[in-house]
């Protein structure tokens, strides 16, 4: 999937909001996994909910950091 720039700078902002401060490699990278993602590119895990469901997680760790935080600390094995 080819990213516009709009994504590859929310995929950024999402990156530094879960991880302050760590640098970001690459928009493909093994480091999405850490964060929940299926893969290295996190763009093949949008189908149909694509742009929005990017900016909604954006949003949700903006207005509520603390949850955000605790959600992220858990991998999707620890859940299932």
């Known amino acids: 999937m ?3 720039i709009g994504l590859q700078d929310a995929l950024r902002e999402l990156w530094s909001l879960a991880y302050p401060g760590r640098e970001l490699p690459s928009l493909k990278s093994e480091l999405w996994k850490e964060m929940g993602w299926q893969g290295i590119d996190p763009s093949t895990d949008f189908k149909g909910g694509r742009f929005i469901s990017l900016e909604n997680l954006i949003f949700f760790a903006k207005k509520y950091p ?4 605790f959600f992220l600390s858990f991998s999707f094995n620890d859940i299932t």
């Open 66 to 69: 603390v949850c955000f935080m």
């Open 2 to 4: 080819n990213l516009s």
